[in-house]
């Protein structure tokens, strides 16, 4: 048992059995049904929320925009942020100039670059107050959910670093029908936790997964991973959050390929790569992004319905949402 009387959460995860569990969701005990306004679990985005992956994706998006015959640009890191693949690849490509043809092949690429990326030693790095905020979940009891867009083969590196034991359930973006910023992938991780949605609290780093979040009736947290996404914090269309900090398509894309794409020249950036003072092997830093004129035309509008905006995850704290969770509305 573990402090404040509840079992640890057993780890499941969407569309997968785990031999460890069955096929049994993991289930708040009764004691939850006395206190239905406290908070019911909490689900965390992945890349740039949990772990700071994303500079792992832009070596492999500097990679496919290259096979294209284009340069990947600070505006196209900034309007794919947060999405699936099956919206972000249609985004690069169209920003490319590029027709819809390309949307499949790049669409692969980017899944195989980046899963061999992903399993480089030493690249996956969890966010400031990511891990620490994990533990006191567990210690006191409350269910925590990895919800990503990126597929399971992207997903199990980082949980073999982070540690499954922190995560009761799992939902990774192949495992559900719609993605982010569909509601669909928070809303599977409630029913598999067996909890009311509205009584969760949701961790995002960007507009499109906080989207998905306000959508799915969760009490929804920015913590911004491009400070750029700060400046829409507050929009006039859009209520302002409880707490702003300081600036600081296509279903051929899932299927396998009957061609494996040409692999990146030696001279690309993500093809070099650089010892670590332990002597493992991580990926050479991504080239700088090339400036577009304007980067903030491809900034995502921050979704109005947000709980709260903050700087890191060392600011969210048990009482901070427990605060928030007071003040979500209980309604639909």
């Known amino acids: 048992m573990e402090a404040g009387g ?65 340069e990947f640009t600070a505006a196209m890191k900034q309007a794919m942020i947060g999405h699936g693949i099956d919206t972000a690849v249609p985004i690069m490509v169209s920003m490319l100039g590029r027709p819809p043809s390309d949307v499949p092949a ?8 980046s899963a061999e990326l992903f399993r480089e030693p030493g690249v996956i790095v969890a966010q400031p107050g990511a891990v620490e905020l994990l533990a006191v979940l567990r210690e006191r009891g409350i269910p925590a959910a990895l919800v990503s867009s990126s597929f399971r083969d992207l997903m199990d590196p980082v949980l073999d670093v982070i540690g499954r034991e922190l ?11 719609r993605r982010k910023p569909d ?3 928070y809303l599977t991780a409630a029913r598999l936790l067996g909890v009311d949605p509205r009584r969760c609290a949701v961790l995002e780093d960007s507009p499109s997964g906080a989207r998905a979040g306000v959508a799915a009736g969760c009490a929804t947290i920015l913590v911004p991973s491009m400070p750029d996404l700060l400046d829409l914090a507050v929009t006039p269309s859009a209520p302002a959050p409880t707490a702003v900090a300081p600036t600081t398509a296509v279903a051929s894309v899932l299927a396998p390929s009957a061609t494996t794409p040409p692999a990146a020249s ?15 092997l991580v990926p050479a830093a991504p080239p ?9 035309a491809g900034l995502e509008p921050v979704p109005a319905g ?15 949402l427990d605060d928030l969770l007071s003040g979500h509305p209980a309604g639909a």
């Open 6 to 70: 509840r079992q640890p959460a057993t780890l499941v995860r969407a569309g997968h059995v785990d031999p460890r569990t069955w096929n049994h969701p993991v289930r708040p005990d009764s004691s939850w049904e006395h206190n239905v306004g406290s908070l019911a679990a909490v689900f965390f985005d992945m890349d740039g929320l949990l772990v700071d992956t994303e500079p792992i994706w832009t070596v492999a998006e500097h990679e496919a925009a290259a096979r294209l015959g284009g």
């Open 106 to 113: 790049t669409a692969r690429f980017l899944l195989r670059r």
């Open 167 to 177: 995560f009761a359930t799992t939902v990774a973006g192949d495992e559900v029908s």
């Open 183 to 185: 509601p669909e992938p």
């Open 266 to 280: 030696p001279g690309s950036a993500a093809s070099s790569s650089a010892a670590s003072s332990s002597g493992a």
């Open 288 to 296: 700088a992004l090339a400036p577009a004129p304007d980067a903030a």
């Open 306 to 320: 947000l709980a709260a905006i903050i700087g890191s995850l060392h600011e969210v704290t048990l009482d901070l």
